[in-house]
């Protein structure tokens, strides 16, 4: 079951650590974006960030433990300024050793999904655990 709060500026979702999940947050994801009349690409873009920290804090993060969760929070800073927050119940990562170029070959597996995080947003940072990630993008 997915817990969501809301209010003006943000929306925080705590979802059941399953990549089934994943689409109810993709969708609020949109639909809170849509009032702020953000272009297709710029949601999309915004997309493959969400489906990408999630799959990592659900695969990685909490090992695929059904029992665990993932929390997440959209917000809107200024403008056409947002966050995406991503936190797992896991016990964090080394994140400072993660490569986060674009690999050469697109197909290579390992850290594309940082790749593709750094390529859609402004920049991005983790807490100190490395069990939360905030990234920040430019909306058009």
Do not use: W
Request: aromatic share 8%; glycine share 4%; charged share 25%.
């Amino acid at each position: 079951m997915v817990k969501t709060e809301r209010d003006k500026d943000h929306v925080s979702l705590e979802i059941p650590s399953s990549i089934s999940s994943i689409g109810s947050a993709l969708k609020m994801l949109n639909h809170f974006l849509k009032q702020y009349d953000v272009s297709e690409l710029s949601t999309t873009q915004a997309t493959v960030v969400l489906r990408e920290l999630m799959v990592n804090a659900i695969t990685h993060g909490n090992k695929d433990d059904a029992s665990s969760s993932v929390n997440i929070r959209l917000e809107h800073i200024k403008g056409k300024e947002f966050k995406i927050v991503v936190e797992d119940m896991g016990a964090g990562f080394n994140y400072a050793a993660i490569d986060t170029r674009i690999p050469d070959n697109p197909k290579t597996i390992q850290n594309r999904g940082y790749a593709l995080i750094k390529a859609y947003t402004n920049r991005f940072e983790f807490n100190r655990k490395g069990n939360c990630i905030a990234a920040y993008f430019s909306a058009k």
